[in-house]
């Protein structure tokens, strides 16, 4: 089952830029002789060339885009096929020819045919050589009409030959249509079963499934949709599609690989990490060397800073200095001075009397007393106790002026009492914790494991309170539990009793009684009600556990580590994780041990977020094929298809040639051994069984039509549909052949005339 496969396969935002395609100048050449040109006409790919070379000159996406861009041309643009990516504008204009696999736009269809001859050299009004082109099975009239309507009015085709496309790759490999069998040709929207005995296609045993390519893209598409419902980036249909091409694979069991498929032994082989785009994390990407010039560098920074701001003090200092000089000289020069020189000397300063004057003076001193004393490292003076005098004399012995400072000295006394009695109360807590810590480092010391036990014990209890609350606020928000039923009920409890009359007597509107908080069962339904509490609750136990895990860290780091361990084996163990992670370790959110992230780590942690992991996905998207249920659809499976047919055809023989081709489910790997097993449950025992895939899936119709066109002349001349037999018998017109549809003309009945 496993896939060659890269650990993680980065997937790019989109597909590449196309590759220039330069016209054809040989057209001239290749026509002579009546070479047919062969197109292959897919719903999703077109492939056309000359029979008589080994591939097709042009392959292209079955889509056209007819818009406008005025910043390139006044005029209507057209891009077909690859092109279409080359223009952002011209994706939102983008159609296809067909609907559901069958071909019904016929503008896109006429825009897709220019494109092809002008591409293969073309320049004549019309086409001269014959036309080989697939179409699906059991067409509708409808489609073929207009398509050769299309072909022999605007081109002017000498003839064409309509067969069908997965046939045509049953010619290729086998080389013969006398060989009987039965092709599974599932291509870009449907798949068909088709049977092959008397030498020609029996498409009226034809069986259709309505699933293809697409089907898987999209199916995949919602399951990862599902699995990561808030991914960052969008998932396009592009990347869908190459996942499902690289990494989808068909059971051949489904429900008994299914059922161990996410088990640790599987996993690893199973599971795919998808890579998406995204942004790079800004990390610290120097060296150690770095690190330390850099911090050197620092630190000599800082040292000049310092010398910096010592200088300064320094100077601020002695200028200070200077200044308290001239007002002492100020001070003691006031008795020779008269009053004005001496009241100018004080304006100079700032200065309005002689308090002001006495008051810097005592400030300056103060200052620089305690910058000395700073530099030389003496501890300043305590300060003394204040006094407040008036505090306790009676009023009546004191002036107004008195009474107002004994107001302000209450007020001061009772601040300072309040500050010494906080001061107090801290020392004794501290002196307290300074106990239980030097009480709590003795037991540790002389017990260390009953300390360690004790200390885990605390731990998991703090734990345990977080988890029960994470656990209540789950139940709160589901609006059905338990704990949010009663935390409704107490608050209609609330209510009712809010607007509960007294007695008899009807309360006015507005005339209420606000009591709530009188009783203290008031204040338990609050509690149960609010969540502030638990908030609050919740600070606490993380500083608590913070201080258990330093301790832990400090003493018993294995314990921590230990426990790290187990958290991310118990998630690393359930089936969801491993669904939606894969075999990646897990990320613990709040984690016991201390950890420390290198670059490396940052880096993939950041990209996990932009990951998806492809596990059972892988064999449930091509299982659709053979259970239509997955997806919604009524419809029998594959393997109950192929026993249709063979009921119908009346031919086990056709077993042992089962034929899978297109660009669908037959890509996918494992096809062939799951069809092998299943199709010996609808066989009679000893039935030669045998599937074999085409060489090339997708480009076999193409060869196998070039090469039945030149190989089978007969043939061809017999089935070729010429201007003439489009005149005469309509466009719906088929000459039937080995590999084409069947041809019932439609009669109309015209009732005689009243």
């Known amino acids: 089952m496993a896939a060659d496969r890269k650990t993680v396969y980065e997937i790019p935002d989109g597909p590449p830029d196309a590759e220039l395609v330069t016209p054809s100048f040989d057209y001239a050449a290749m026509g002579q002789g009546g070479t047919p040109l062969v197109i292959d006409n897919g719903s999703g790919k077109c492939r056309v060339g000359w029979a008589t070379e080994e591939n097709p000159r042009l392959e292209f996406d079955s889509i056209v885009a007819k818009y406008r861009n005025r910043k390139i041309s006044p005029d209507l643009l057209l891009l077909v096929g690859t092109d279409v990516q080359s223009d952002p504008?011209?994706?939102?204009?983008v159609r296809s020819g067909f609907d559901n696999g069958v071909l019904t736009n016929f503008d896109a269809m006429e825009s897709i045919m220019d494109y092809i001859f002008t591409m293969l050299g073309c320049v004549d009004d019309s086409v001269n050589q014959p036309v080989v082109m697939t179409e699906?099975?059991?067409?509708?009239?409808?489609?073929?009409?207009?398509?050769?309507?299309?072909?022999?009015?605007?081109?002017?085709?000498?003839?064409?030959?309509?067969?069908?496309?997965?046939?045509?790759?049953?010619?290729?490999?086998?080389?013969?249509?006398?060989?009987?069998?039965?092709?599974?040709?599932?291509?870009?929207?449907?798949?068909?079963?088709?049977?092959?005995?008397?030498?020609?296609?029996?498409?009226?045993?034809?069986?259709?499934?309505?699933?293809?390519?697409?089907?898987?893209?999209d199916y995949l598409l919602k399951l990862l949709q599902l699995k990561y419902p808030s991914f960052p980036m969008k998932i396009t249909e592009w990347q869908s599609e190459q996942l499902v091409k690289k990494y989808a694979c068909v059971a051949e069991d489904f429900d008994k690989e299914l059922s161990c498929y996410l088990a640790a032994d599987n996993l690893a082989e199973n599971d795919v990490t998808v890579q998406f785009p995204f942004p790079r994390p800004n990390v610290d990407e120097r060296t150690e060397e770095d690190i330390q010039r850099a911090t050197d560098r620092r630190r000599e920074q800082g040292k000049k800073l310092q010398e910096m701001a010592a200088k300064k003090r320094q100077d601020k200092l002695e200028k200070r200095a200077e200044e308290l000089e001239k007002l002492v000289e100020l001070q003691s020069s006031k008795d020779s001075m008269d009053a004005d020189d001496f009241a100018e000397r004080l304006d100079h300063f700032g200065l309005m009397d002689e308090q002001e004057l006495s008051d810097a003076i005592a400030k300056s001193q103060n200052i620089i007393s305690r910058a000395q004393n700073k530099e030389l490292g003496i501890e300043p003076e305590e300060k003394e106790e204040p006094v407040f005098p008036l505090v306790d004399v009676p009023n009546e012995e004191l002036s107004e002026e008195q009474k107002r400072e004994k107001r302000k000295q209450v007020f001061l006394k009772a601040s300072h009492d309040a500050r010494v009695r906080a001061r107090i109360e801290k020392e004794k807590e501290r002196a307290k914790q300074e106990e239980l810590a030097r009480q709590d480092e003795e037991r540790r010391i002389n017990h260390f494991d009953d300390w360690l036990a004790d200390l885990q014990a605390r731990r998991n209890g703090v734990m345990t309170r977080m988890e029960d609350r994470h656990l209540r606020r789950k139940e709160l928000n589901d609006r059905r539990s338990h704990a949010s039923q009663v935390r409704m009920r107490n608050i209609a409890d609330l209510a009712a009793n809010e607007g509960k009359p007294v007695g008899n007597k009807r309360r006015r509107r507005g005339d209420q009684d606000d009591d709530f908080g009188a009783e203290d069962g008031d204040w338990d339904v609050y509690r149960d009600i609010s969540k502030e509490e638990e908030?609050?609750?919740?600070?606490?136990?993380?500083?608590?556990?913070?201080?258990?895990?330093?301790?832990?860290?400090?003493?018993?780091?294995?314990?921590?580590?230990?426990?790290?361990?187990?958290?991310?084996?118990?998630?690393?163990?359930?089936?969801?994780?491993?669904?939606?992670?894969?075999?990646?370790?897990?990320?613990?959110?709040?984690?016991?041990?201390?950890?420390?992230?290198?670059?490396?780590?940052?880096?993939?942690?950041?990209?996990?977020?932009?990951?998806l992991h492809l596990n059972v996905e892988r064999i449930r998207v091509p299982e659709i094929i053979f259970r239509p249920g997955l997806i919604g659809i009524d419809q029998a499976g594959l393997v109950e298809t192929f026993e249709g047919v063979f009921r119908q055809a009346k031919r086990q023989s056709l077993a042992s040639n089962v034929f899978i081709t297109g660009g669908g489910f037959s890509q996918v790997s494992g096809i062939v051994s799951r069809l092998q097993r299943d199709i010996q449950t609808i066989t009679p025992a000893h039935t030669p069984i045998k599937v074999t895939r085409a060489a090339d899936p997708l480009l076999d119709a193409w060869r196998g039509a070039a090469q039945w066109s030149i190989t089978e002349l007969e043939a061809f001349s017999a089935s070729s549909i010429t201007r003439q037999d489009y005149l005469e018998f309509g466009g719906e017109y088929l000459r039937e052949h080995a590999a084409s549809n069947r041809f019932a003309p439609i009669t109309t009945k015209y009732s005689p005339s009243s």
């Not at 504008?89 to 204009?93: E, L, N, R, V, Y």
């Not at 049953?170 to 049977?195: A, E, W």
């Not at 690393?572 to 016991?592: D, H, V």
């Open 89 to 93: 504008i011209a994706k939102s204009s």
């Open 136 to 217: 699906t099975v059991c067409i509708p009239f409808t489609s073929r009409k207009h398509t050769s309507e299309l072909l022999f009015e605007c081109y002017n085709v000498p003839s064409v030959v309509y067969g069908i496309d997965s046939v045509w790759s049953y010619y290729k490999n086998m080389g013969t249509f006398s060989t009987d069998g039965l092709i599974f040709g599932s291509g870009n929207v449907n798949s068909h079963v088709i049977p092959i005995y008397d030498s020609r296609a029996h498409t009226e045993h034809c069986k259709r499934l309505n699933m293809g390519a697409l089907s898987m893209e």
């Open 535 to 611: 908030a609050e609750e919740d600070e606490d136990d993380e500083a608590e556990l913070g201080k258990y895990n330093k301790l832990l860290e400090r003493h018993a780091p294995d314990y921590l580590e230990n426990m790290d361990r187990k958290a991310r084996a118990k998630i690393e163990s359930t089936t969801m994780y491993r669904f939606t992670e894969g075999c990646q370790p897990a990320i613990l959110e709040k984690p016991a041990a201390a950890q420390k992230l290198d670059n490396a780590t940052i880096i993939s942690r950041a990209a996990r977020e932009y990951q």
